[in-house]
């Protein structure tokens, strides 16, 4: 894959990003080795892109990503993680994370949202001794939707320090939702923003935050491109889900309008899923997560391989 440069900065993401969810226990538990298989896999394709957490499984999909890529050259891939939930011992743990979390782990932490300077210097220490890492190359701030002031004015500023003091490579901010990521964009000094669910094949409703980031120079990672898992079968069945929860019956249906044009065209509805944010020059990458090897296989053919124009043209005037 050809590495795409992020912003104005010197750091470079692969295309397709491998999203570090999954590795967290995201809803359902995974064992190591099948973590490992899915780095092993994306690693064999050409990504080069690994996106993590603290909030990933209380830790775990750090750790687990950091000794998938311990033996791979460092120089030859980019890592980001995120900042905004401390971990920090449970005073009353109940046993497993799901609840709280959405994670399948044990829930021996609990998160504590800081976004102080001190905040993010403390996350970011933690994060770099799961990974087993000196340094990470791009750090966000995650879902500061409630610490909107903080966030602006003391996590951004302390990851600029360790930006523009070689510490880190890029900054950004990490948010389902796109009004405050416009906020950052225009009153902040960012390299990217990475923006969930938001420029989707089936939800575009982030094309002003694309326009605001190719007037700035600000590159956009697009994650979440299957929206929960809608976008994520060849057909969608009565029971998909969009964002995290059941999806609406207007939206399912227009997934599957989409699915049936992608099927006349010779194609699936993933396919267009994972292409579809990477039309826009403003995107530098898409991020999905991956449970498997063989749904890391699928997006990298899928993501190295454009549809036609008449394929697009069809699917934009049906969805």
Request: aromatic content about 4%; proline content about 3%.
């Given at each position: 894959m050809t590495a795409r440069r992020l912003g104005r900065?010197?750091?470079?993401v692969s295309p397709l990003g491998f999203g570090g969810a999954p590795l967290g226990n995201l809803y359902t538990p995974i064992d190591d080795d099948q973590a490992r298989a899915a780095v092993d896999a994306a690693w064999d394709a050409g990504v080069r892109y690994y996106d993590t957490a603290p909030h990933y499984g209380l830790g775990l999909s750090e750790r687990r990503l950091g000794v998938a890529l311990a033996h791979r050259p460092r120089v030859e891939f980019t890592v980001s993680t995120k900042v905004g939930r401390l971990l920090e011992p449970h005073p009353a743990p109940t046993g497993s994370d799901l609840?709280?979390?959405g994670f399948a782990v044990p829930d021996t932490l609990v998160r504590r949202p800081d976004y102080s300077r001190d905040g993010v210097?403390?996350?970011?220490?933690?994060?770099?001794?799961?990974?087993?890492?000196?340094?990470?190359?791009?750090?966000?701030?995650?879902?500061?939707?409630?610490?909107?002031?903080?966030a602006l004015h003391q996590a951004l500023p302390?990851?600029?320090?360790?930006?523009?003091?070689?510490?880190?490579?890029?900054?950004?901010?990490?948010?389902?939702?796109?009004?405050?990521?416009?906020?950052?964009?225009?009153?902040?000094?960012?390299d990217a923003v990475m923006v969930a669910g938001r420029w989707t094949l089936i939800d575009r409703t982030a094309r002003p935050l694309l326009d605001a980031c190719a007037e700035r120079g600000v590159s956009v990672v697009a994650a979440a491109p299957f929206n929960s898992g809608l976008l994520s079968r060849p057909c969608p069945p009565d029971d998909a889900s969009f964002d995290y929860g059941p999806a609406p019956e207007a939206l399912l249906r227009r997934a599957r309008r989409l699915a049936g044009v992608c099927a006349d065209h010779g194609t699936v509805l993933p396919h267009a899923a994972v292409r579809f944010p990477l039309r826009d020059p403003?995107?530098?990458?898409?991020?999905?997560?991956?449970?498997?090897?063989?749904?890391?296989?699928?997006?990298?053919?899928?993501?190295?391989?454009?549809l036609p124009a008449t394929t697009w043209s069809a699917l934009d005037s049906a969805g």
């Open positions: 900065t010197h750091v470079r609840a709280a979390g210097l403390r996350s970011l220490e933690g994060s770099l001794a799961r990974l087993g890492l000196d340094r990470v190359d791009i750090v966000y701030v995650h879902d500061p939707d409630a610490h909107l002031d903080a302390a990851l600029t320090d360790l930006r523009d003091q070689g510490v880190i490579g890029a900054v950004g901010v990490g948010m389902n939702t796109v009004a405050p990521l416009l906020r950052f964009v225009t009153e902040a000094d960012v403003v995107v530098a990458a898409v991020v999905a997560g991956f449970r498997s090897p063989q749904e890391v296989t699928s997006a990298a053919h899928w993501s190295a391989h454009d």
